[in-house]
């Protein structure tokens, strides 16, 4: 792959909205300090936690039995929750309203553009 294509990648993928926020929302949930509430909110196109887990019994449930949590910080799991996140996370569903809105297409940016050395 180096000498073809000049960098040491095999391909480069597109992931969807939904999937990075899924991939934020786990990857950071295996760390200590979580989600960032504002990386959470960006990821999640501005819904709260509590909205893109509405009426989700087993997202109440785990932060009933403290094994999540979420506050002015952010969400993250628990040391008893870190313990059973694998389990924990495939019971979690998005709600509907809110995959809509994460997975909705957004306008488009303006390209960043760096300034030249």
């Known amino acids: 792959a180096v000498s073809q294509h000049k960098h040491g990648r095999a391909r480069d993928a597109t992931v969807s909205a939904a999937e990075h926020f899924w991939e934020t929302l786990t990857s950071g949930l295996r760390l200590s300090a979580g989600v960032p509430l504002p990386l959470f909110l960006e990821r999640a196109r501005g819904l709260s936690p509590q ?67």
């Open 51 to 117: 909205q893109v887990f509405n009426n989700n019994d087993e997202f109440q449930t785990a932060l009933e039995r403290q094994l999540l949590v979420v506050d002015d910080d952010g969400i993250r799991a628990t040391p008893a929750g870190a313990a059973v996140l694998d389990g924990l996370l495939a019971r979690i569903e998005v709600s509907d309203a809110a995959c809509e809105r994460v997975t909705a297409p957004q306008p488009r940016q303006q390209n960043k553009t760096f300034p030249k050395r």
